[in-house]
């Protein structure tokens, strides 16, 4: 099998994925998983699409990941994993990714400060006189 690649993104962080037959290793930006994510919360996320589709040992998994944060970056990992299974075989592997929510992109971006206040929606305190 050819590397499979597929590209994941929430919030600023975006993660390209190269998806390829192998033994199960998980590399992210030169370190492996562990080292690179330190809470076992970060790694069951990166894992929930090959746990789910059974699939943990039968590839190994390139990942570039930048921008964001932490979490940002592990739920973007895991939605290009899912888009990689998906084009390897989406006819096993696509029902079971989209009805646990794998497959869609959350959209939901930090919304920018306007001029003139403090935050996005945050106003200064009104003053009657």
């Known amino acids: 099998m050819e590397v499979i690649n597929a590209l994941g993104r929430r919030k600023s962080a975006v993660a390209r994925v190269y998806l390829s037959t192998g033994k199960g290793s998980i590399t992210v930006n030169g370190r492996t998983l562990d080292e690179y994510f330190k809470e076992?919360?970060?790694?069951?996320?990166?894992?929930?699409?090959?746990?789910?589709?059974?699939?943990?040992?039968?590839?190994?998994i390139k990942i570039n990941v930048?921008?964001?944060?932490?979490?940002?970056?592990?739920?973007?990992?895991r939605l290009g994993i899912a888009r990689a299974l998906c084009k390897v075989d989406a006819e096993s592997y696509r029902p079971v990714l989209k009805s646990n929510g794998f497959l869609t992109?959350?959209?939901?971006?930090?919304?920018?400060?306007?001029?003139?206040?403090?935050?996005?929606?945050?106003?200064?305190?009104?003053?009657k006189r």
């Open 40 to 60: 076992d919360t970060l790694k069951y996320i990166v894992n929930q699409p090959l746990n789910v589709t059974e699939t943990a040992a039968n590839f190994d």
């Open 66 to 77: 930048d921008g964001g944060g932490i979490k940002g970056q592990a739920e973007a990992i």
């Open 105 to 127: 992109r959350d959209a939901r971006e930090v919304e920018r400060k306007k001029p003139g206040q403090p935050g996005a929606r945050r106003r200064f305190q009104f003053s």
